[in-house]
């Protein structure tokens, strides 16, 4: 059982820090949008920064409540 709760922290921490990643990627294009007045650029980056947002999301709220089911 100790491994089980071990796995779903660690992949708790995986899904945290891939989704932070992908957030950071979006504001880097989000903000190179406004930079050179690229409408492209710019909605890529939002979707972006909205995914990685919602990934963190799963990644704290979700995947912890895993451990509850055994």
């Keep these: ?3 089980f709760t071990s796995a779903v922290s660690t992949l708790s921490t995986l899904v945290t820090a891939i989704g932070a990643g992908l957030g950071a990627w979006g504001v880097i294009n989000l903000l190179e949008g406004y930079g050179s007045d690229n409408p492209g650029a710019k ?4 979707k972006q920064l ?7 999301l799963i990644g704290t709220q ?8 055994f």
Excluded: K, R
């Design 50 to 56: 909205m995914a990685g947002g919602g990934i963190v």
């Design 1 to 3: 059982m100790e491994f």
């Design 43 to 46: 909605s890529q980056g939002i």
């Design 62 to 69: 979700l995947i912890p409540l895993l451990s509850g089911l």
